[in-house]
Every structure is written in C-alpha cells, then in structure tokens.
C-alpha cells in the first residue's frame, strides 16, 4: 500500500467512496454522526468534525425505516395520513453541518400544551412542510437543505404501511409499537399491504454504492422492516459495492433475545431470501459491569460474537473495540466509520483487510494510490 498524507502533493489519487447507509432509529443516526466527518462540507468550511479527517465519501445516502406508529410520529401519522417523520428527522439532525442551534430545536419536544405536548418541533416543521408542497418526499427535501445536511435522505418507501408479525405462540402482532412491547419471540415480519415500492433514488444509490451498510439497529423494526420493501433485498444482492453489517452491541428483550451475532445475521437472511453480505463487523470489546448490570434490568444482554459460525456463511467477520459506553452504550461512531471506510479502501484494492482500529485508521489519515 503506498500512502500519502491528505495534503501531500504528487500523483497519489485520494479515493473517493459513494456509501449508503440502511437501518433506523438511533442505531443509523449514530452511525451517519460517523460518516458524515468524511463528506465535504456543504458551506464549504473546513470538511469534517475532524481538522484531519480526509473527504474520502463524494456522496453519502440514508435509507431510512418509515413504520414507526408510536410517539409523536404515530401522532402525526395518525392526524394527517402521512409516513412519519421521526427516523428522518433524526437522520437529518445526525447529518446536518451543525449540530448546535438549529439541530437542537429539530430535536425539542414540547413539554406543555395539550395538542403539542411530546411533539417534535422537527416533526412538526416536515409536517408544515409537506402541507406547504403537498409532497413528503419533498418536505423532507427542503427540510433536509435548512440544516445543510452532508448527505441524501430517503424514506424506504412512500407505502403507508403497517408492520405485522408472527409470533413463537402462533399469533399475529400488528403495529411497530405492539410488535416492541411484546413478550414472545418473533418468527416472522411482513408488511401490510404486502407490496411496496422502494423509490427509484434508493435503487439506484444502492446500485452506485462503493459501500453499503445495514445496522446498528432494532434487528427487526429498523432493519428487516427495510428488505421487506420490493426490490430492496434484490438490489443489495445484485450491488456491486461492498456490502457490511453492522452488529449491534445488545440483545433486545422483545426483538432479538439470547439471539447471537450470527443469529441476528440467519433472521435477516430469511427475510431478505438472499445473502447479501460481504461483511460483518462485530465488537469484541468488554463491556463493563455496570452497563451489563444496568441492561439486564431491561433484560438485555451483550451479544455473543460467533465469528467462526459468521464466517462459515461466507461473511468476513471483522472485529474490534466499537462500543462507546456512557449513560448508554452506544457504537463510537468515529471508530466504527473510520474501519468501514478502511474495509472498502481494501476491498477497492482486492486484497483482504488489515485488523481494524490500528493501520485502517492510520490508513484513513492518508490517501491511497488506487
């Protein structure tokens, strides 16, 4: 590998990867608060959080879940027959070029009032917008330019659909809400009506990727809620880019019980009905007792890394220390994007990827001859 430094001059190219980013909830926006460090910046200030981090991503796009009908989102999706906003909100917040002001009152929620109270102002603002334009897809547009976000941001689809699962005991769950507060065990998620359309932009940001990502997330309202979509699961078999799963670092009570790594990767693949994975990056790293003590009052617990079940799939299992603990535990985003950027980077150069979090983020510091 011949290595450079991002301000070097000479004939050394510096990479530049088109990335989608698949999932919902606070999982994806965690990851996009990554990923976006390497996205030039929109006003054209210095690009990235970090004053070295290198503009590696030419154009970073969100897939977004849109089936949540709880909170204010189920509120307003409820009151005026639209998808709702909350995931995209959140997305939105994670990637616009300022966190501070603007992205802390899309993220106010009203606390008095009783029509507003638990509302988001930032759900509210899409909902303006969407009677304004009469279209979602472009409220979400215009919303996504007042926050000068680094990256497109597209609902998984237009559908107005509802989640419905199968439950271990043999009954039918409707509703994300219901399908999380439920104690049994889920056997199978479809959507109803069953045939939705993804929209021709997320076709073909999958099909541009050099990269694409699924997870962190809720293993079945945040990710397999997305391949449930037509034509999603078909694209990401067919994509041409490098294809990685991000595991999440805890088991949910009601989602993904005892369930393992590799488990968590076997329910995505009965869904999808296809492989659709090049990659799998799992966190080895140890996870205090406090936190431990602390989700298994949830009844939560770590995952389980069983890389040598992963990799019997066909999946390159990549492992490492991508936990940020805190008053949660959450994946530390710096890390987790700069070893996806590392693992494309080798991808792109045929060759297997160096072990993570040392030489890739070296790496990532640097520009490749490719």
């Known amino acids: 590998m011949e290595l450079a430094t991002p ?24 990851l996009l608060r990554g990923l976006k460090q390497y996205v030039p910046s929109v006003s054209g200030a210095n690009p990235g959080t970090s004053d070295d981090a290198p503009c590696l991503i030419s154009d970073l796009a969100a897939i977004v879940t849109v089936t949540d009908d709880g909170g204010s989102s189920g509120r307003l999706r409820k009151d005026f027959n639209m998808l709702p906003p909350g995931d995209l909100r959140n997305c939105m917040v994670a990637l616009s070029e300022d966190e501070h002001l ?4 899309f993220r106010h929620r009203f606390r008095t009032g009783k029509e507003l109270e638990g509302h988001s102002f930032g759900n509210l603002f899409v909902v303006a917008l969407a009677e304004m334009t009469g279209d979602f897809g472009q409220a979400i547009k215009l919303a996504a330019e007042v926050l000068a976000t680094r990256g497109h941001i597209y ?6 659909v509802t989640l419905t699962a199968r439950m271990a005991d043999g009954s039918i769950v409707r509703g994300e809400t219901n399908i999380t507060k439920s104690h049994d065990s889920i056997v199978e998620l479809t959507l109803d009506p ?41 694209a990401l078999a067919k994509a041409r880019g490098t294809r990685i799963y991000v595991t999440n670092l805890m088991t949910q009570a009601n989602e993904s019980l005892h369930l393992t790594a590799a488990e968590h990767i076997e ?17 080895t790293a140890p996870v205090s007792d406090a936190v431990r003590e602390r989700y298994a009052s949830e009844g939560a617990e770590v995952i389980a890394a069983d890389v040598e079940r992963i990799e019997a799939m066909g999946i390159r299992c ?35 990827p160096v072990p993570p979090l040392t030489p890739v983020h070296r790496a990532l510091r640097t520009t490749v001859n490719m």
Do not use: C, W
């Open 267 to 283: 329910r995505i693949y009965e869904h999808a009905r296809q492989p659709i994975f090049d990659y799998a990056l799992v966190n």
């Open 155 to 160: 609902p998984a689809t237009f559908s107005d």
């Open 194 to 234: 069953e045939v939705a359309e993804p929209l021709p932009e997320t076709l073909e940001a999958i099909a541009q990727a050099d990269l694409i990502t699924i997870g962190p997330g809720s293993l079945y309202t945040s990710l397999i809620t997305n391949l449930l979509v037509q034509g999603i699961p078909e």
């Open 7 to 30: 301000h070097s001059s000479g004939s050394v190219a510096r990479p530049s990867f088109r990335v989608v980013a698949m999932g919902g909830g606070t999982g994806l926006s965690t």
């Open 102 to 105: 603007i992205s802390q009152l």
């Open 318 to 352: 990549i492992t490492g220390d991508f936990a940020a603990e805190g008053d949660v535990l959450r994946h530390a985003s710096d890390r987790v994007a700069a070893t996806l950027l590392g693992i494309v980077m080798e991808a792109k150069r045929g060759a297997p």
